[in-house]
């Protein structure tokens, strides 16, 4: 697609490990990839192909050798480290195949936690973090920590720690990877109801075709460039 009006573009990207050494991996060579508002693209590609490396370049985690990343039209690759935490703090949400949330707090305090960070009134944060949890049927577990969740429960209240700021982007990387094949089929229901909801566009890395296939779009990651 055209990147005019893109939400997300990215640019030729290169990405080397290990560079100018014998033992050197081109992961990423020479990627374009338009995300437009609202779409949900599949990124499909085997384990160790560049995916997570790909959405961390997308969501200004990482920089690449050589292209562009730009969110909204700005152009963020050159970019002070400040502004591109800002930008990935407002304008884009993770989602990874572990929850990582953080163990010492409540469902409910890992959603508000971020929205405290972006200045958010914490009673503002707790009605929009139980709005989310009734949403993805776990507002009745909201005071419990993540170690009396199912692996299901945890990740439902990941996806709402990654839409608690409202973010533009969603950038999720195998999010049902870690589930068993009925429970994964249910959140990635929830998951899509979410971002559908919310008008989000979302870039989903993925091995399961099956899921892949119903989303708007899907794109291949071979050798280290973007086939549709």
């Known amino acids: 697609m055209s990147d005019a009006g893109a939400i997300l573009a990215l640019e030729d990207i290169t990405r080397t490990y290990n560079k100018g050494r014998p ?14 508002r609202g779409e949900v693209v599949a990124l499909v590609a085997p384990s160790g192909a560049g995916k997570s490396t790909l959405l961390h370049i997308a969501g200004l985690l990482d920089t690449p050798d050589s292209g562009h990343v730009r969110i909204e039209g700005e152009d963020y690759t050159d970019s002070p480290d400040a502004m591109r935490t800002l930008a990935r703090r407002m304008q ?5 195949q572990f929850h990582h949330l953080l163990p010492e707090f409540s469902a409910l305090e890992n959603i508000v936690l971020p929205q405290l960070a972006n200045g958010i009134p914490q009673s503002v944060a707790e009605a929009r973090a139980r709005d989310l949890l009734a949403r993805v049927g776990v507002e009745p577990r909201a005071d419990h920590r993540p170690a009396a969740l199912s ?5 439902r209240v990941a996806f709402c720690r ?34 559908r909801d919310t008008g989000l566009s979302a870039l989903i890395a ?3 075709l099956a899921l892949a296939k119903r989303m708007d779009r899907v794109v291949r990651l071979d050798h280290g460039r973007v086939v549709e």
């Open 92 to 96: 884009v949400g993770f989602i990874y």
């Open 23 to 36: 033992n050197q991996v081109e992961v990423l060579r020479g990627v374009s990839l338009s995300l437009a």
């Open 151 to 155: 692996g299901g429960e945890q990740q």
């Open 162 to 195: 990654a839409l608690a700021n409202q973010p533009g982007i969603l950038l999720a990387d195998e999010p049902t990877g870690n589930l068993d094949p009925d429970t994964s089929e249910q959140v990635f229901a929830v998951l899509m109801g979410l971002v």
């Open 206 to 208: 993925t091995h399961n």
